[in-house]
């Protein structure tokens, strides 16, 4: 079965912290793709990282770096430096390819950051 | 500022109201889903669309009605809904329905329902 776990329900730090957000997935399928996704107190969902399953390269953007272990099946996400405005909650979802075309998210529950000043 | 983009923001309807929820894109996305959102909970699959036609319904209530009238426009009819619908109503698009698998959603901001 597919399944997406954050174990970390909230997550408090204080600015200029980094901290990192976990995330370990399941699935029977050795195509796929790992997403991370932004949720700031205003709703709406913003993409940030998008991996698939042959690539392990870790990658960094800005203050935001990501490790895919396939050996581990997590995908974990670290804020260097925090800011207040990255408090939010991050969601890290799956999609399988074998599924079908249509892109059905697998979500995990989610997790809050709160960054304080 | 978010390339989807839903109307209205906030919604509060009886429970014998008829109302309707509204998404527009234009970054010529050929996919576009629904999803439900209560509390401190992940978003919820409700439908998706590809090429406009209606291609999953996880099995939702028929007191939800969705409609994809063009390739930029969402629309999800209430009708007769009940206090436990209240909650962030999200739109999603993504590029091209053949290979969405891979494709990250765009999300909109949402509508804020409460139903009363």
């Known amino acids: 079965a597919q399944k997406v776990t954050q174990a970390q329900t909230e997550i408090s730090v204080v600015e200029k912290e980094d901290v990192t957000l976990d995330c370990v997935y399941e699935?029977?399928?050795?195509?796929?793709?790992l997403f991370w996704y932004k949720q700031p107190p205003s709703g709406e969902l913003v993409f940030l990282i998008r991996?698939?399953?042959?690539?392990?390269q870790n990658e960094i953007s800005g203050r935001y770096s990501w490790n895919f272990q396939k050996s581990t099946s997590s995908f974990n996400f670290t804020i260097t430096a925090s800011q207040v405005v990255d408090s939010a909650v991050y969601f890290c979802?799956?999609?399988?390819?074998?599924?079908?075309?249509?892109?059905?998210?697998?979500f995990g529950t989610g997790t809050l950051l709160a960054v304080q000043p | 500022d978010t390339e989807v983009t839903q109307t209205p923001k906030h919604l509060v309807m009886g429970m014998t109201n008829k109302k309707s929820l509204k998404c527009e894109q234009h970054?010529?996305?050929?996919?576009m889903y629904w999803y439900k959102q209560k509390a401190k909970k992940p978003p919820e699959l409700m439908f998706v669309?590809?090429?406009?036609?209606?291609?999953i319904n996880e099995s939702v209530p028929s007191r939800f009605s969705p409609e994809c009238p063009n390739s930029s426009l969402l629309n999800l009819h209430l009708h007769a809904l009940q206090p436990e619908d209240s909650a962030l109503y999200l739109c999603?698009?993504?590029?091209?329905?053949?290979?969405?698998?891979?494709?990250?959603?765009?999300f909109g901001n949402g509508t804020r329902l409460t139903v009363t």
């Open positions: 970054m010529g996305h050929r996919a």
């Open positions: 669309y590809s090429y406009e036609k209606l291609s």
């Open positions: 979802a799956l999609s399988e390819a074998e599924g079908g075309a249509t892109n059905k998210l697998i």
């Open positions: 699935t029977r399928d050795t195509t796929y793709y």
């Open positions: 999603a698009s993504s590029q091209d329905p053949s290979s969405s698998y891979n494709s990250p959603l765009h």
């Open positions: 991996r698939n399953s042959f690539d392990e």
